[in-house]
């Protein structure tokens, strides 16, 4: 008779996935910030990463979006069968639509209006809703109990980020139509005009840094939970 250790909830995370979750989202985080030196010209405090695409390294932002999309897919192949609630499971569904938005904004730059335009909308809002409803479901388990506060911390940022874009927008843009004498601007400026505040920039970037930490804390996590289950 082998001495076999019982199946239990964690058995059937996917190391591997996982690994791969947390190696491309660092891809993803690296390919971002070369954005920064190669296409300077976007100032990051008030550009919104999709406009990388307007220079001359739309590429890198293609394979960015890509990666990172995959690495969303990768981490719900790695905890696929954690979340045991309904509204759990509901939120591995978010957050295949946020890899598939991820993925789609590979294809569909800025220049691609409608295409982008539900590309952001899978992404921006799938990833914060999957984040909050997984990250309550695994608290539920015993496995995941200890790290839920962190986890969950992190979920909230995921959605704070995107507040903070859409207020940062509307304040920028105010304040744009006040310095164009109360006309909206048609096209984004070279430069922003004395006395506007540019930051939704960084807000758009705040964006995907959460939602990186978030995917590479519950991937690093269902790592450490399945290998306490190899014997030695």
Not at 149 to 158: E, G, M, S, V, Y
Request: aromatic letters at 8%; glycine letters at 8%; a neutral charge.
């Amino acid at each position: 008779m082998t001495n076999q250790p019982l199946l239990n909830d964690t058995d059937n995370i996917s190391a591997s996935a996982a690994w791969v979750a947390i190696v491309l989202t660092a891809v993803a985080v690296l390919l971002l910030a070369s954005l920064h030196v190669l296409s300077p010209e976007f100032s990051p405090s008030w550009r919104v990463i999709s406009e990388y695409a307007f220079g001359h390294y739309g590429w890198v932002l293609s394979l960015m979006f890509l990666t990172w999309g995959v690495s969303t897919w990768a981490l719900a192949a790695a905890i696929w069968e954690q979340p045991r609630t309904r509204a759990g499971r509901a939120g591995l569904g978010f957050l295949l639509l946020a890899g598939l938005g991820e993925a789609m904004a590979s294809v569909f730059d800025v220049n691609h209006e409608i295409g982008h335009g539900v590309a952001g909308l899978f992404g921006v809002l799938g990833l914060p809703v999957a984040a909050l409803l997984i990250t309550v479901s695994l608290g539920h388990t015993e496995a995941w109990a200890t790290v839920k506060r962190p986890l969950l911390w992190l979920a909230h940022l995921t959605w704070i980020s995107v507040v903070l874009l859409m207020v940062t927008l509307v304040l920028m843009t105010v304040q744009m139509a006040d310095a164009n004498g109360g006309k909206p601007l048609r096209h984004a400026p070279k430069a922003l005009p004395p006395g506007v505040i540019g930051l939704d920039g960084w807000a758009d970037r705040l964006i995907v840094i959460s939602n990186c930490l978030w995917v590479v804390a519950v991937a690093w996590q269902a790592i450490k939970l399945r290998h306490r289950q190899i014997p030695a």
